[in-house]
Every structure is written in structure tokens, then in C-alpha cells.
């Protein structure tokens, strides 16, 4: 191999992008057009940012759940026993554990929470590591996530009409499911999994924690109103 070939191949050699390089510039494309998907993620990854999100909450949703499955077995073998999620008359899970709309579907709703958000964590540890999902599993994750808003703005609704109380692990449930569903959505339109208008891909990826602040403000502001009067007697 003549100089001259052997300089060529050592310009292109210097030419090809390592990895950590291309991500580098995805990363830089990305920060000038945040609503911009990367290649990696219209490959089916996912920013980091999701999967540590994914990965906290859908632990911390895991263990509100189960926590929720022990207090129900606890008050099954002794229903005068003592729970400490019992906070005072209006914070409290023992009146929801037992009551209908805690296994509305049959199973009961926290062990079909722990499936969830065992899965969610699953997940997010997937992306974690650089993994590339399916477009069939992007697109299960979203229809889940809607199915997870519906069901805690559901119970909610329970919560303030029927049972007229807070469960302190619903709120952490609650607390973590919004996030997801926002974030999930965002990054799954922004990979194209979905199709979309533009606006709304961009509106939800640019603006998505305007989204998650509204909806917890909602959620707070029911709060305050719905237990006016307890928390007066409360506090």
C-alpha cells in the first residue's frame, strides 16, 4: 500500500463518528429544535431524562401499590387493625382497600397497578441502557398510559363524591402516573410512533411541563375545594 493510500484510509478513519460522537451532535441538532426527534429516537430510543423518569416512578409506583395489596391483607385478617396510612379522618387508606371501587375490574386495583408499574420501570431501565423499542411497544405504552389517566381521574372523581377522603399510596399513584402519561406521550409523538398534527407534537413536547403543572393544579385545587370543611377541622 502505496503513502498516499495509506493517508486516505487514515482521513476517513477520522471521518467516522464514534458513537458517543454522534450522539454528541443528535444532542446539539436536538438542543436548537427540542421538538426535533433523534435518530435514536426515531429508532425507538428515548432522551434519558425519560428513562430515569420511567425508572423512579414506576418504582415508586410499584411500591405505593403493594403497599396497598399489605394494608388490604392486613385489614382482611383483622378488620379493627390499626393501619399506619391511617393519618387522621380525611387522610387515610383504610376506607378505600376495602371498598368496591378498590377491585372494580375484580382484581384488585393494586395488584394491577404493581403489573403496570413494574412494567413502566422495566422500561424506563431499557432506555436507560441505550435500548431501542418497537413501534408496537411505543404504541402499547401510550394506549396504557391513557388507560392509567382514565383510571386515576376515575377514582378520583370516587375519592372526592363517593368515598370523601385521601389514601395517602393513591396519592403517590396519582402523583407518578401524571408525569408518566404526559412524558410518555410527548416522547412518543416526537418519535413518530404515533401520527400526529405538528403543533400538537410540538406543543406537547416543548410544553409538557406546562401540561403536568395545569394538571396537578387541578388536581390540588379539587382537593382543597372538595375537603374545605375537613381541612379546616384538621389544621
Avoid at 118 to 143: E, K, S
Amino acid at each position: 500500500m502505496s503513502q498516499q493510500q495509506r493517508a486516505e484510509d487514515a482521513t476517513a478513519d477520522e471521518d467516522v463518528l464514534t458513537d458517543e460522537e454522534l450522539l454528541a451532535e443528535e444532542e446539539a441538532l436536538a438542543a436548537l429544535d427540542p421538538a426535533r426527534p433523534t435518530e435514536h429516537q426515531l429508532a425507538g430510543g428515548a432522551p434519558r431524562g425519560l428513562g430515569w423518569l420511567l425508572t423512579i416512578g414506576g418504582a415508586l409506583g410499584t411500591w405505593a401499590s403493594v403497599m396497598l395489596i399489605l394494608s388490604t391483607q392486613k385489614l382482611l385478617r383483622d378488620p379493627d387493625a390499626a393501619l399506619g396510612c391511617d393519618i387522621n379522618p380525611l387522610i387515610g387508606c383504610g376506607k378505600f382497600v376495602l371498598s368496591w371501587q378498590a377491585s372494580v375490574l375484580g382484581p384488585p386495583n393494586a395488584v394491577l397497578g404493581t403489573i403496570g408499574f413494574a412494567i413502566v420501570t422495566a422500561t424506563g431501565v431499557a432506555l436507560l441502557g441505550g435500548g431501542r423499542l418497537p413501534r408496537v411497544y411505543w404504541v402499547l405504552l401510550m394506549a396504557g398510559s391513557v388507560l392509567a389517566a382514565v383510571w386515576i381521574t376515575w377514582f378520583q372523581y370516587q375519592a372526592f363524591t363517593n368515598l370523601r377522603g385521601l389514601c395517602p399510596y393513591c396519592l403517590v399513584v396519582w402523583a407518578v402516573t401524571i408525569p408518566i402519561v404526559v412524558n410518555v406521550w410527548a416522547r412518543g409523538l416526537q418519535g413518530r410512533h404515533l401520527p400526529a398534527p405538528e403543533g400538537l407534537r410540538r406543543f406537547l413536547v416543548q410544553d409538557r411541563a406546562l401540561v403536568i403543572t395545569v394538571w396537578y393544579a387541578v388536581v390540588l385545587l379539587l382537593i382543597g375545594v372538595v375537603f374545605w370543611d375537613q381541612w379546616m377541622l384538621i389544621l
